[in-house]
């Protein structure tokens, strides 16, 4: 677990994993670290990464529907992403859990999480602001922030 320097206390490593790296686990990433980033280090990774310019419309939903403002975000491989490390993984959707599974065989079962979050990308902004909300209230569901906002 990672420590916060300021509480000496460890929080939990939470990893969001998606498609692209685009649009769900960035929202999620995002999210996180703004609403929950005192109760865990979030991070966010792709099984294949898009370019830059794919996460344009999470990011302005982001600013635009929670005033969450991201300066820069370049996604990246899951393969990247220190998995191991994690103490929880979060897969988007099942295909994408299956992917992981595939991946990371090493990885327990009971440190991955399967949501059920619909991908916008290649959709409206209407799409992005209720993969957004759907997010929002997954991690207000996550046992590890129970209770916390």
């Given amino acids: 677990m990672n420590t916060n320097a300021s509480e000496g206390v460890a929080k939990p490593r939470v990893l969001f994993v998606c498609m692209g790296n685009s649009c769900r686990s960035v929202l999620a990433e ?8 005192k109760y865990i280090e979030p991070s966010s990774a792709g099984l294949r990464p898009g370019t830059a310019s794919d996460a344009d419309n999470a990011i302005f939903m982001l600013k635009t529907e929670m005033g969450i403002i991201v300066s820069a975000h370049v996604p990246r491989k899951v393969r990247a992403a220190n998995i191991e490390m994690s103490d929880l993984v979060v897969a988007m959707d099942k295909q994408v859990a299956a992917e992981v599974v595939q991946l990371f065989p090493e ?3 009971e440190r991955l999480i399967r949501w059920k979050i619909h991908d916008p990308y290649g959709h409206d902004l209407a799409e992005y602001q209720c993969c ?6 997954q991690l207000r569901g996550l046992p590890l922030l129970a209770g916390k906002s």
């Fill in 30 to 37: 995002y999210i996180a670290r703004e609403k929950f980033g």
């Fill in 107 to 109: 990885l327990p079962p």
């Fill in 132 to 137: 957004l909300k759907n997010i929002y209230k």
